[in-house]
Every structure is written in C-alpha cells, then in structure tokens.
C-alpha cells in the first residue's frame, strides 16, 4: 500500500511502469534509458494521472501526490549527494513537460529549479565559476516569473537588453558575473514590485509553484487549439519530470547537443545532429551560437562521443525506431536528456522504415503500420523551398489564411476566370485561378491552373473535391478575400491585387503568400514504392480511383489503382481533354439538350454528344486494359450546365436557333431550391430516358471498338441516387436493352455489370430488393453523409465550425471531426453495415465498394474493411493512402484478434487454478477418510 | 374436374362464388340477388379471372374458357326456352362488363345482342311490335360498330340527324319502324363500307365480339386514368355478364327505374329514386325524357311497386347497407338488374352509418370501418352549387386546372400579393391570393383569403401546407398561370386577368372558374358527431393538433384534439393574430434579430420578440387548458424571415441603424445553395443559444402565469433537426437552465418536458442514444422523407409524376403514390420502427409522435398505429379524419387478429384428424398383438 502511485522514480521500483500513457513521453524515455543502462541524471516523473487529479481538484495537487512528491525528492537528494537549496552544494533541477505525444512547445520548462540567494553562492563556489551560478540565477529568476508567476517577458528582456547598452556588451556572454548578480537584483525588485511579494527563496515553494505551471499549461489556449489542430483527441494531461540538472557550459569538457540516430530528411543511416561546446541545451535550439556538427564531437571530447555512438545503437535496438536525442557533456561525462521517436520528413519515413526491415530491426508489418497517411500525402507534392526564401521573410509575404483544402504548392499569376486562366496557360504562364466559388463550367480553367483559391465553400466543396481529383494544390473558404470577377481584383488585408499579379499558395497549410515563390519538386522515392509494394500483399481491400480522364487514370494506375470505381461522365461535357477545340462544341451540345423542347430536340442534341463519349470512353479504357472501369451515368442537376452569361446564351441560340428569351426561361425553369435534393441522378433518366441510351451506346460501343483491337474491357454501368428497386430495375433493363444488341450485332464478347450508387438512405433500407437487380453496390458516402445527417456540404461551413471546434474556441464539439472528411461510423456507418448485409443477403457475390470522398481517407477506409466491403475508390493521389490504410487495417485485425486470443488464453489459465483448486479437496476428501480408517 | 373455373351461371351450383373478386360488383350482385329469390333475368357471368387470362393470352380468350361460355349459354337458352339468333322468338342479352369496384362510364356495355336481319323480324312478330324490334336492332348496330369493332360515334348519329331531318321528326320516338329498318341498312352499308365485311349476322360472332369489347375496355386509356386518378391499385380486370335482356318500353305495364334504398343525399331512411313508364333503362340514364319520383310507380304499377318495396328491405337486411338499384318491369313482372352499394354525399354517409347502428342492422365498429377519409373531409368544405350555377355553365366557365392541395371551394376577387388581400379583406371583400408561390412573409394575406391559388409547388409546398393547416381551399402547381405581380395580372388559357377580377377556384378537384359562383357552406351532423365520438371510444392512438395560434386551437379541440403535437412559433414571427397592428413590429424585430451582428445586438432585437411570444404561449395555453402543447423551437433557415423587397429593407433600415448596404449584405449572406438541409432547426440554437434563451423564457413565464390564473399547462418543448445525442444535450441542457429558475422564482408548480422532432435518418438510427436524453420523440416525417428519400417536396413536382404516373400515362408506376401524401412505409417506415425501437429499449415510457403531414392521411394514422406510436398530430381540418383512421386501425387489428387466430383454429382442425390418423396404428398396434396372443 505505501507503493507510490503517482510518482515515478527513474530506475526505481516502480521501473516496471514504462506506459507513455502515464509517464508521458519524456517520462518513458527517461525511465526507459535509465533501465536499459543508459546514463541518465536522476529524477523522477509525476505521472499524467496526477495532471487528471489535479484538474479534479480544481487546480491543486492533492495532498497524498504532495507526499509522494517529497518522497521522491528525499530520495533524488540521497541519491545524488546533494540537497535542494544547500547554500554549499545546492542540488538543481529542471521541471519539464511531458504528454504522452510530443507537443513541441506548448507545454512549459522551468529549469535550474533550487537557486536562491544563498544557494546561488554555493554553485558558485563549488563550479569556481560565479558568473555561470549568477547567469543560471537571472535565467531561473526570468522562467519562474513568466511561467509559474504569470509576468510578461518583455520588460525582463527590456532589463536585459538596457544593461547591455550601457555597458556596451554586444552579447549575453559579455556580461560578467557582477553584472548578472546585478541583473538578478533588477529582476527581484521588479517580480516584488509587480507580485507585492519576495521572489520565493525556498526551493520548496519553487517546486510546487513550478508543477502547477507545468500542470497549467496543459490547458493554456495556445495547447488547446494544437490538440485540435492536430486531432489530438487520447491525450489526457501532462506529466512533469523532476530530474538533477547537468551542465554543458562547464568548460571545453563540456557540452551539448540534439541528434537523430538517422538522418530525419533524407532517412539515411548516419548519426545526424548538432552540438555546441561549452553550452547548454538551450542555446543549441535557440540558435544563438552557431552549432558543430555532429562529428566534430568525436574531435573535441571522443570518450564521450564514443559512448554517444553506442548509446544510438542500443537505443534503435531498443526502440526499433529512429530517435530524436537530447545529451549533455558535463566535465567529460555525458548525460542523455530525452529521447524520442524522431520526426522526419516524408520521404525518410519510408526510407527508414524500408531499410530497419531489410536490416532486420523490424518486420514489414511494423513498417506499415508505422507510415502515417499524412507522410504518403506528403510525398506528392510540391513545397516551398523555405531554405530558399528564409522563414522570416514567408511571414512578412503572407497575405491570408484559407482552408487547406489539397495539399502542395503553387506560385503563379492571379487570374480571376476560367477562360482566361487557359488562355494564359496556353501561352505559357503559370496562373492561379482566384474564384468566389467554382462550378463544372470552370473545370477547364480549374485544370489548366497551377492551383485554385476560392472564397467561400469548405474541403468538399466544388473545388475542392475536383482539385483533390487531380492532387491540384487548392486553398477553399478564404473568407477574407473580397473578389471583384468584373474589374478582375481581390481586396485581402488592405491590398488590392488586380489580374496577372504573383502569388504563391500553400494548400498544406492554407496560406497564400505575395510573390511567386520558390517550390521544390517531389518524387517518388523506390522506398515508398516498395512500402507500398508491401501494403498491396497483404491487403485484402481492393484499391481503384475516381477518374474522369485518360490522363488521371494513367496517374491513377502509376499510383497503385486497380481499377476505376467511379468515372463521372459529365466531367467530360464541358472539357475535351484530347481535343481542347472541341470544349465549346461538348458544352454547347449538353446545352442543347438541356434545353430541348421536346425527345427528337433532345434526341438530336445527344447524338452530337455521343462521339465525344465514345472517344472518352474509349481512353478510359485503354488507360485501364484489363481492370475494371465503373461508369456512373450523369448524376448532377442539368442547371449546373446552363449558360452562365449572355454570350454564353447568345452561342447556344445561334446553335439551335432558339430565341436568347425562351433560353433563358427553359434554363429559369431549371432554377431549384434545393437542387441536392432535386431533379438529378437516375431521375433525370427517368425523366429522359434518351440520356441514358446515348450513354449505354458510347460506353458500350466504346467497350466493342477497343475489344477488337486487342484491348480487355470491364466495363461496370453504375446508376446514381437509386432510391427504390423498381426505378433501378427499370433503368438496369433499359441498359441491357441498349447495350445488349450493340454486343451482339459487333459479334463481341464484352461483358459489363450494372450496379448502383447507394446513396440514400432509402436505397441502404432496402439494399437486399435493390440487390435483387443490382450486381454491384457503390456507396456515394458524400450525399449519404448529407441525407442521413440532413447537411448540406455546401452550406454547412456556416456552422460545422460550432459542430466540430471545442469549446474554449467557441464550439461546442458535438463531432469529433468533419464528416465530409472523416466518415461518420456512428450514423452513416449504421446504414452501410446495413446495406451490406441486406445486400449481400439477396445477392451473396455482390460486389460492394465506397466511392465518397471518404474512400482515401486512413479511418474511412479501415471502417470500410472492417464491415466488410470489397474496395474503395478515391481520387488518384489518394490511391497510396488507401493502399496504407486497407493494409494498416489488415495489421490492426490480426493484432486484434491476437489480443483476443490472450485474453481467452489468460481466462482460461486464471480459471485453471480454480479448477485445480476445486479439485483439491475432492482430493483431500480420501486423505482424510484415510485417518479414519486408522 | 368438369366444374367450371371461369364462368358462373346465376342461381347455378356455382352460386356459392359471390365474390367480387371473381364476379365484378355487377356479377356479385346477380348472383346474390339470385341467390336470396330475387326476380333476376337469367344469365351469368365470365369472372375477373378470365379477364387475366385473356390478356395472359395476347387478348385472346383461351379456348376451355370458350368452351365454358358456350355451356353456360346453352344452359341459359334452355333455361328461358329461348335461342339466341332464333328467327321466331330470339334471345337477347346484354353484355356488360362489371370490375370489382365501380368504374362509372369507363368500362363497355352492348345491349340487344343476338338480333340480326332474321331475328329482328321475330322479334316484331313476337312482340308485334316492328317499331320496337327495329329501334333495338339499329341500337345494336350503333353499340357494337363502335364498341366491338371500334368505329366512330358521330357519323351513325349524324345518319340518324340527317334522317329525322328528311322527315321533319322531332325526337326518335316519331320515326316509324319502316324509317328505322332503313336507317339500320344505311348503319349496315356503313359499316361495310368501313370494315370491309358486312355487319355479323352470326349471334355467337356477335357474342365473342362484345366479350372482347369489354375486356379491352378494361385497359382503354379512360379506365386507366380513372384507376390512377382513384388511387385503384388492386383490382384485376373486369368480368363480363351476360343476361337475358328484358324490356320495360314494352307498354304502360312496364316500365324502368334507378333508385337507393335511402337518400343519398340527406341519408334519411326513405325509398328514393326516379323511374319511366314504357321506357328502357338507358333513357333513364341519358335523362332524355324527365323521369318521375318513385312513388309515381305505386298507382301505375302496383303490384310491382309493392314488390320492390319488399326488395328494398330484402337487400338492405341481406346487405346492410344502403343500395343503388336498377330494375325493369316488363309486363307488369319486376325483373332486378343490377344492386349495389350506393354512393352518397358525406353528410349522408354519417347519417346512413348511425342510423344502421340504430335500427340494429350493424355494429358501431361496421359503421366506422364503412366510413372514409374523403367522407370526412367531404363534410367539411363549402362546395360550389352546381345545381345554381348548371353544370354545363360550369364546364364554360373553367379557364385551368392545377393541383388539388386543400378540398372545399372559395370565390372572391383576384389578389396578387398579401398586404393587398389584408387591405381588401379589413374593406369586407373577398379576396383569392394568386401567387407564383408563398412564403412565410404571405402568411397574413394568406390567412385573410378565401382562397390561394399558386402556379408552382406541389401538395406540400409551403402554400398547400399552410393552407391545409387551416382548411382553407388551396390550388397549387397550376402551371398554366403566367403571373406577373408587378402588374398584377395573370395570363390563362389566352385571357388576362387583373386584381379585383373574380374567379371561383374547387380546392377539391384543383379547377379554377371565372366569376363568382355560388357556394353552399357545409355543416357538421349531429351524426358525424356521434360517429366520430365512437371512434373515440375505441381507437388507441391519441389524436394531437399542429396549431400556431389560439384561434386554431379551439378549432381543433372543436373538432376532437386531445392536445397540440406541434406549434411552429416561427409562425408567430410575421403575424399577430390578436393585435394585427403589431404584426409589423414582430416582423422588424425578427428581421433586427437576423441581420444583428453581434450577440448583444441580437439579444436586444430578441428582448422585442419575447413579450410577443409569450402572448402567442399564453394565448395558446388558455385554449388548450388541461391538455398537452408541444412548442417546437425555430426551425427554418433564418433568411425565410428576411425583408424581400427594397420597402422592407429600408424600413428595417430605419429601425435598426443600419444602412440598407449592411442590410442587403447580411440577408446575402444568408443565402444558401440547399436551404432544406442547411443551417436551421436546432442548428440554429447551437450558433445563437440566445435565441434559445427567449423562446423558452417565453413559454415559461407564459406557463408560469397561465397556471396563476387556474389554467393547467403542460408544456412540452421540442427540438427539431437533431442529429446527435450531445447536440441535443447540450439544448436540453440549456432549456432547463433557462426554464427551472423561473419556474422556482416564481414558487411554481409547472412541469414541462423536453423532447425532440426525429426527422433526420440519423436521429433515427441513434434514436437510443437520443432517448437517453429527452422525455418524447415526434417524428417529423415531411423531412424524413426528403431525407430518406433524397427528394426535396419543393423540387420534386419536376419529376415525381414520371414516378407515381402509370405507363400509360407517360410514368413508370414506381410509387403508388406521392411520399408526401402517404408515408412511404416501405423505407421511411422502416427508419420509424427501427427508432420506436430503440429509443424504447432506452427509455420504456418514451411518449412517441408523428406531426408531419401524415399525421392525418388515414393510411398513414393506421401504419403509426401499427407501429406502437402513442399519438399523431395534424392539421385543425385532419383531426376527424386521424380519429377514424385510429379507430379503423383497432377494428382492423381486431379482424385480422380474428382471422388469424381462424386459421390457427383451421390448422388444428385440419392437424387433429392427421394426429387421430397418426395414433391409430398405434392403437392398432396392441389389437395386432392381441390376435398374437390368442
């Protein structure tokens, strides 16, 4: 029972404890190192169950936690010789930070903890060095004030820097001991003058002050808004780590560094890092000296440097992972400070993780699980070459902030219109097209552009979603840019920029930035590929993408694709991906028909259309010889392609030969109040069956043509926005009607599936009659999310903030992220797990797959395996990430299920005793009739 | 096995088949007025099953059925002692057709069919009569050319003119039989000329031919729209009768007539009806000649007259029900043509049920299960006086024809926006509100109204909602109106109308008619009352109102309410309906609400609205004292309530502050591309908790001083739009902090629930979860709808005939009818039962509702009953109509539960002798051992 409970003694006891979850990360490092023989200073963790207990009792750390605290200091001071605020040989210790993930400087650190009047002379004493015992006094008496007591940083600095001035000193190190006894009388007069009380002399009081800093800026709003920044969502507090501090300014014997046992950019397998000699660990990350590098330590102190070498290797055979170390050298002796799991760049991610299975550190299974969805994003796309431009002049060049909506770079010339933004790139100009909000009419301008910045609209609106299609680097919602389309200029903070100005646009982060700025090219490294080559053995998901082009196929196939899950054929109306000329005549054709008075009218619009469906058609599957292509015939409302503007109208009357009146009164009695929810997807072939058959025809004779020239077709007809058995098996028969006599007549052999988008509610009700004359399933999970939760994508960045955000940012984190990026298990999910067993109820083989956005989302797409389905499809440049997640998801299972046998195994081992038990006396039972006997 | 399947001869051994199903209401009727000694004329019946079968066969009757009607016709000839085509003395029959329910005027009848040029002369030496043998043949001839063999009507009616002109006669009746056997060989030369064949003499040629003509006229465009139009789905096709023709134009002693056994129009019990001396029954029919009362019959045919009157009781007592008779007296001998159940105005039906439950004929639970829902409403709505206006008039006057939305009809002037029809109205004109479509703002002109005729929208459009809300006569959709309400006039059909014309609009069948025509107002019997309070007596489902206002309050508890499933209090923001000259204030004060940019500038707008709710609450409360209202918080998306024109902006300008700019920039913003499922409903509470805060302070305090007064009040506060348990959380949370405090300042006894509208497929799947935190769900099935189904009400009259329109039409049959009508069981059901369900299993005593339009369409009422709702809510004008559909829905519970537990009675007898068979080897058994033993 005295065991201590929250308190963790380094190399204790209680070293059994090694949980992150309870340490923290630096905690575990620390104890980890320290058991595994590595030199540590001594110390001990106040747990993060502690941080829990602290909040509970509104800000205050219990009585018992205050015990064990003083416990474990008694046993630090033994341990190390040396006593809190001795005036001789006082004992000094930093007080850090420590959650369970890294949350590079939220969390604060108080170091030199223990220094007071008196005991300030003892170090200086001891180290013969006053200066150093007077520098570390002002540094301590600056942390504790701003960070335990609340007081600002600047009129401290101000001190510092006014001294400076007067004595002339151009640097810190050029003020003497005297001086910064001086400046620590400065700082006291001003803490007593500021708080009405003494800067604390007992070190006591030091310490208990600092933990509550510590504990307290868990909750600081700079820490709130990281974790949801960062989705950190499992975190439950910080831990504080008590440990003797160790110096690396004592002398040219002394030093201190931060490395990485490999190299976190490229992924290399060398000692990477920098030190400093003569210094402490802050100067190294402040950046005020210029640090060596690593190496030159073996120069300066080799014992040391050689220990260094060997502690890199014991720790990646410890941790199986790249490390990210903190060391000092105090007086020749080194001491590890920290470690942790490394960050790295993207590409090193996989290069470390490829090379640790091939030299046997790890399995394949490790490596992928290891692999985050961001570091496959992160390979593909352009960055800013910050090197290049300098930090501080990005800051002052950035103009405003919009939602990141596909990740990358962009630099270019504003152009505020589609047709311009062609015309400029035909010319050879890299432009940035800048639009309130983007339509289907756009897409050409959207494609020609280097990257897409829009005003309002959120990650799944229009733009977003067509530019994730193509991995273009898109900014949406940034609210801040007031566009005049007419005059061709954007009011953002104060400027006014004007048609053909340079701007650079980061859509990893959502920042435009003033100027075209330097980008640095991405590739494919043969380490992400072979990662990924890893993934595709062993997951059982299938991999296809949304393509609409011969072009995002062949990316999506150098990707990984294993098919098509979805093309979306009226994509092609407004854009000749071949044949750009031949754009305004697709667009005025799909015009015609829209406003076709009557069949023939419509009939005769459709048959222009139907050779460029053909010809689309027909790359789509050249591009994917042999692999399945899913076709979904036109889903959106025929509004969307109307004429926008009076020359728009003017050209389709001289088409038709229709009146620009009554064009515009067909295109008004188009107009719907909710078109989400209107006249579109399959309706709009039951209301026009003429559509349907012109798409059959040139999907079909599509199919036939390249069969003959040698190319294998699967092609898979796909009806969107199904919501009742009949309706499908009407339209399924109209297709076989169609395509059927096409096959036959050509004496082919192709043969297509029907299948259907399930992306209703009604449709996943009553998914087995649907399954009954349906040969696949789809889930369209975008509208899904929006019908099943009565949310428009387009209209609910008015108040999803308020939905997702927490409430220190004044929301009220009802969800826990976006359902239009993460799909929303909770709800929609109900609908696919019934939809698939309802499905695969009537029809066993029925092929099922997801083809929202959500289909190249990590979670997503482990939700999808997990019920059960056979793929998913996401656009090209999330093709790699699905391949992880479907194999992570494969990983997680058996790792599941490998628990749950452990479980069972432990039940059954708890229950063999008991049965032994049990037996025992039946045992007995003769032994004792046995006396009887006698 | 020589049975026969197809064909039932009247009085025959087949006499046990009686039902409809099989013989068509015509046939059943024969057959059991043949069965209980009627006077019947010899015959039979081909049944519906033959009429399967023919169309089975390409429109060919196969031949066993051939075979059959030959048999049954060889009977019947010998059973008259007659033959058909005899050239003495010929049979003649009619041959009429006759579905299961009655078509009126759809299906075809042939008359006289066994005459040709030799048994034409029979039949007048027969009769000596050539006059009366030579009109019927000619009437053959008419009938079957155009009938069986499908020529045109008008060229034998011209034939027909042109020789009474020739010789100067005024009706038929003056042509001779030497004129007439002329015109039948003119009808004859014709119908060669045209077929190419001569006119069939063969009777049994003639027979084929008029069995064919019936059946075909089964699937004739007319009785396809018919069965669409009146919602018949399940009947199969027609049967054909064949019955000896009889002839009451044979003299003075004979004599035709239709007649009721009650009024039909009154209900009252007396013998009611029309009849001709020496006439057919088609004159009767065709009202060539002014029939006279019934009674007349008594001193002209006596004998006949008495025995009918005995048939009159006969089938009432045999039927229990009141019935539509024909009858001929041929030679003073009654011969019964034809019974059936009557048809009657609503107010009679009432009086016909109760009085039939007071004479001890039926049950309470017969007289409720015979009444329908078109019944009750029937006896709700003014009706035009067609018999003022005649009804040839009335077919001149209609100039168009739209949606019937709301039944009744209203006259008064044309008024083409709201404020014009509130100033006319206050002048004590009536007024019709023509508008392209309504919106919240109209609410006060369309209050004022008569009458509101819209040219967009469909049954549930916000006009058709509105108006049925308060049984007010309502056309929507009417597409042929061009409206132009600058103008203030509208085209239709080739003529302009401006405001102030007058025009009659019949909400019943959706047509409009120029001029002011008269109305007659409906009243409710003393019957309908008893009636209605029986189906109190044994429905189980309670029966709530949707009310916004005290006005319709009392309505509805007048017509039954037991308490108010839902009050829309954004209905409140735009109409004062105690102190019309507030209404202006209620409506800046909103719009101040909406356009407030910032929390404290809406709190103020809010402090303006509250005292205005609270009167709203108050006055609601004191209506319904002692019974339940359910208030629902705002729910449409805010920019409804914005000022639509440059007047309100600028007057809102003038209250607020701010400059019209400002104002027309914040209404922008609230634009949205999907209104329906964007940022309203509870959403809105979730970004403006303030609004919140003064709706539930209103209710509140109005409770808390309602029950001062001595009123009982139970509050019941709904949520609507939910789609996650902690959103619902975190609003039930707040309405108590805002409610409890008021309620204990006040040292008051209140109790109010809180609960939430399930109207999103996600509230309904985690139903359970939701439960956890309210008292009551009421399933907003008008969403739900549109959501389950992806189908916006407001859009969907673009394409939703193409799903509910038969083939025939140009539809593809998909629904049986409009989701919005009738609750779409089969997927909307599904999510209902699937959240009763659960939200059940988490909270037993959960109170569970419907308040969506399907609260009072009686399929639906029946399918909540089955489905263990606790109540629905509906419209004041539905409120009957839910009380018989609750009622229905026991007795037909009840019955289905009988027949079930019929069929378990049948098994096991069918079961016991199988198990005495079982036993008895067992029992014989011994008896064989027993010869063993001897």
């Not at 309002?456 to 530019?467: E, F, Y």
């Not at 009357?653 to 229709?658: E, H, I, L, R």
Request: hydrophobic share 40%.
């Amino acid at each position: 029972m005295s065991k201590p409970k929250f308190v963790f003694f380094f190399g204790g006891a209680e070293a059994t404890v090694t949980s992150k979850d309870i340490l923290g990360g630096k905690g575990a490092g620390l104890m980890e190192m320290t058991k595994i023989g590595l030199p540590v200073p001594a110390g001990f963790t106040i747990g993060i169950p502690a941080c829990e207990e602290y909040y509970k009792n509104s800000r205050k750390l219990p009585k018992p936690i205050v015990e064990e605290v003083k416990a474990n200091l008694d046993r630090l001071e033994k341990q190390v010789g040396k006593k809190l605020g001795d005036p001789k040989d006082p004992l000094l210790v930093s007080v850090r930070s420590g959650a369970a993930r890294s949350m590079p400087g939220m969390l604060e650190t108080i170091l030199n903890l223990g220094l007071n009047d008196k005991s300030v002379e003892g170090l200086a004493a001891k180290t013969g060095n006053p200066r150093f015992a007077y520098d570390s006094y002002r540094r301590f008496i600056q942390m504790y004030s701003t960070t335990a007591m609340g007081l600002s940083k600047e009129p401290m600095e101000e001190m510092l820097g006014d001294m400076k001035k007067k004595l002339g000193a151009k640097s810190d190190t050029d003020l003497k001991a005297d001086d910064l006894k001086k400046l620590c009388e400065e700082f006291k007069a001003f803490y007593k003058s500021k708080k009405k009380a003494a800067f604390p002399q007992d070190p006591l009081e030091q310490l208990w002050g600092a933990i509550d800093a510590v504990f307290n800026s868990w909750e600081a709003d700079k820490s709130v808004t990281y974790r949801r920044v960062e989705k950190i969502t499992d975190l439950k507090g910080t831990a504080v780590n008590i440990v003797q501090m160790v110096f690396g300014n004592k002398g040219d014997n002394s030093g201190t560094g931060v490395c990485f046992t490999r190299d976190p950019n490229s992924g290399e397998n060398v000692f990477y890092g920098d030190c400093l000699i003569n210094a402490q660990g802050e100067d190294v990350v402040a950046g005020i000296r210029t640090p060596l590098k690593l190496i030159e330590l073996e120069k300066k102190v080799p014992t040391a440097y050689k220990q260094l070498c060997q502690v890199r290797k014991t720790l990646e055979k410890n941790f199986k992972e790249m490390q990210d170390l903190e060391f000092t050298i105090e007086d020749g002796k080194l001491y590890m400070l920290q470690c942790r799991t490394g960050k790295r760049l993207p590409a090193a991610a996989f290069k470390i993780a490829v090379d640790m299975v091939e030299e046997g550190l790890i399995t394949k299974a490790d490596a992928i699980a290891r692999i985050t969805p961001e570091q496959v994003e992160g390979v593909f796309y352009p960055i800013i070459d910050v090197a290049a431009v300098g930090s501080a002049k990005l800051r002052e060049l950035k103009i405003a902030q919009g939602i990141d909506a596909v990740p990358g770079s962009a630099a270019g010339k504003l152009i505020f219109n589609a047709a311009d933004a062609e015309v400029e790139t035909k010319k050879g100009t890299k432009v940035i097209l800048i639009r309130r909000e983007t339509s289907p009419e756009d897409v050409g301008g959207m494609f020609a552009a280097q990257g897409i910045l829009t005003a309002t609209g959120g990650k799944t609106s229009h733009a977003a979603v067509v530019a994730r299609g193509w991995g273009k680097c898109c900014i949406v919602g940034c609210e801040a840019l007031d566009i005049d389309a007419n005059a061709k200029t954007v009011k953002v903070g104060g400027k006014v920029l004007k048609q053909g100005d340079e701007v650079t646009i980061n859509g990893t982060t959502g920042e435009i930035f003033l100027g075209a700025l330097p980008l640095k090219k991405p590739e494919q490294t043969k380490e992400f590929k072979t990662l990924l080559g890893w993934c595709d053995e062993i997951r059982r998901l299938k991999v296809y993408t949304n393509a609409d082009t011969p072009r995002d196929a062949v990316k999506a196939i150098e990707l990984g694709a294993e098919g098509i899950g979805l093309v979306r054929t009226e994509h092609m109306f407004f854009k000749d991906f071949k044949v750009p000329a031949n754009s305004e005549k697709r667009q005025l054709a799909i015009q015609e028909m829209i406003i076709a008075d009557d069949v023939e009218a419509r009939k005769k619009a459709l048959a222009k259309l139907l050779p460029f469906q053909r010809g689309d058609f027909k790359g789509i599957f050249e591009a994917m010889d042999d692999k399945p292509v899913t076709i979904r015939l036109i889903d959106p409302p025929l509004h969307e392609f109307t004429p926008k503007d009076d020359a728009g109208v003017q050209k389709l009357s001289k088409v038709t030969g229709m009146s620009p009146e009554h064009i515009r009164l067909r295109c008004d009695q188009l107009h719907e109040s909710n078109p989400m929810i209107g006249h579109r997807g399959c309706r709009l072939c039951i209301t026009y069956p003429e559509i349907l058959d012109m798409q059959v025809t040139a999907i079909i004779e599509a199919a036939v043509e390249c069969e003959k020239s040698g190319i294998k077709v699967h092609p898979e007809i796909e009806i969107p926005v199904t919501i009742d058995r009949k309706e499908i098996k009407i339209l399924a028969d109209q297709i076989r009607a169609v395509a059927d006599p096409i096959i036959k007549k050509a004496g082919s052999k192709v043969h297509y599936l029907v299948g259907t988008m399930i992306e209703t509610p009604r449709a996943a009700l009553l998914a087995d009659e649907i399954a009954e004359v349906t040969e696949f399933f789809s889930f369209g999970t975008n509208d899904l999310t929006q019908l099943t939760m009565g949310l428009s994508r387009d209209d609910a960045g008015r108040f999803l903030p308020d939905y997702v955000l927490p409430e220190k940012e004044g929301g009220k984190a009802i969800f826990a992220s976006d359902p239009f990026v993460s799909l929303d298990q909770a709800g929609v999910g109900q609908l696919l797990k019934l939809a698939i067993a309802k499905g695969r109820a009537t029809r066993k083989n029925l092929k099922i797959a997801i083809c929202g956005e959500h289909g190249g989302e990590a979670r997503s797409v482990k939700f999808c395996h997990t019920i059960g389905m056979d793929a998913v499809s996401c656009s090209p440049f999330r093709v790699p990430i699905a391949r992880l997640a479907a194999a992570q998801a494969v990983i997680e299972e058996k790792a599941a299920a490998k628990a749950a046998r452990a479980t069972v195994a432990k039940k059954t081992a708890e229950k063999k005793p008991t049965r032994a038990t049990a037996k025992a006396p039946a045992k007995k039972a003769p032994a004792k009739k046995a006396p009887a006997k006698k």
